[in-house]
């Protein structure tokens, strides 16, 4: 079931960006697209960024997604970026908001699945976006590549003997002064 989903969004999503050059507007299409493929009560959750590296700006619209994590290096804040929305395929009309906003050189960006923060430990406690957010922030300074391996080891010593019953994905994008 889920690996049918999956190749579906796949296919719809490159249709859409060789098309659509706005997150909100590429998920609504996407929503349309998975609504009529897919059996009712079956969704995508789904984040969507577009970098515009030019003038320094992010688009991002989310669907039924987990909150991305945006650290601004100048101001060492976190921003927590959420946008309302159903995942996809839920309902045929369902209106998608977009935020833009601003980057710069070291910034970087935590895009993660509810894998992640609902993973649990023997006493049923789950890891929480709290605890990610610290666990990122604590390893800001690794690689991208090594930071998301060791946000995932962190996620399963938090769980200790209990096995991941969700996709556990973890993006992590380090913005530099003219490459990402």
Known sequence: ?????????????RSQIEHEFSP???????????YHLSEKN?????????????EGLIKLATAGHPPVFHYAAVAQHVQVLR???LG????L???FEELE???QADDRLLLYTDGIIEAANKSGEQFEEERLRACWLQHLSLPVHDLCETVINSVREFGGSEALHDDVTVVSIAMKENVV
């Open 88 to 91: 996809l395929g839920l309902r």
């Open 42 to 54: 079956v969704f995508v959750t789904f984040a969507c960024l577009l970098l515009n590296k030019n």
């Open 83 to 85: 946008t309302p929305g």
């Open 93 to 95: 009309e369902t209106a």
């Open 1 to 13: 079931g889920a690996g049918i989903l999956a190749a579906m969004t796949k296919s719809a999503l």
């Open 101 to 103: 906003f601003a980057w």
């Open 24 to 34: 909100r507007q590429v998920l609504e299409n996407l929503n349309k697209t998975l």
